[in-house]
Each structure stands twice: as C-alpha cells, then as structure tokens.
C-alpha cells in the first residue's frame, strides 16, 4: 500500500520561503510520478508542480515556475517542493499526489494523495 506524508507547511510573510517534502512508502519510488496540488475553501484542488520518475518536471504556469522548485531524492524517498517569493494567493493545503501510470494535471487521476499540509501566506 503507498503511503504519502507531507511536511514543512506554514505560516510566513508575503515574500517569503516554504519548503514542502512528501515521503513515499510502500513503492518503488522510482517509478513514482508525484505532484503536488493545493486547494483553498471553496475552490477545487489545483496541479501546481509535478516530477516524472525520468525527472522531467511540469509547472502550472510560470508565475509559479519561476517562483517554485520541485525535485526528488531516490535515495530517501522524497520529492521536494521549494516555494519562494510566497504570496497570499498562494495560502491552501498542498497535498502530495502519485502514480505509477503516468503525470497529469488532473486530481482525479491520481490513485495517492496525502494528507495535506497548510500553507498559509500573510501579507
């Protein structure tokens, strides 16, 4: 069974740096394809970044891309999302998502999630 964990949420100052980690248990974490989404009250859950296990990435638009970095460590079965220059738009719960099929910007096409962990940005 495939567990996911994040950690690393929080509350800063518009500008400022979170650093997210979702831990994978259960799999072959090199076969992973994980992203990260974010939901705020009232709004669906949104693709924000991604990795395939070949280390591509995909970014939901380059506002985010060039704020935000998403990497994975095969060795400690964690992805990683580096969020800086934070701003109140971006206050949800990020949760972790993967697949073994393949990388989507869909929720619904993701059969693990984690539990969520709240970012929350103040200005």
């Known amino acids: 069974q495939v567990q996911l964990v994040e950690s690393g949420g929080g509350h800063v100052q518009t500008g400022g740096s979170l650093r997210l980690s979702c831990a994978a248990s259960?799999?072959?974490?090199?076969?992973?394809?994980v992203a990260w989404f974010r939901q705020s009250p009232g709004q669906e859950r949104q693709f924000v970044a991604g990795?395939?296990?070949?280390?591509?990435?995909?970014f939901r638009d380059a506002f985010v891309k060039n704020r935000f970095t998403i990497s994975r460590d095969n060795t400690k079965n964690t992805v990683d999302l580096q969020m800086t220059v934070l701003r109140p738009e971006d206050t949800a719960v990020y949760y972790c998502a993967a697949d073994t099929r393949r990388l989507t910007l869909r929720a619904n096409d993701y059969d693990y999630w984690g539990q969520g962990t709240q970012v929350t940005v103040s200005s």
């Open positions: 990795i395939i296990w070949n280390d591509e990435r995909a």
């Open positions: 259960g799999v072959n974490f090199g076969t992973l394809n």
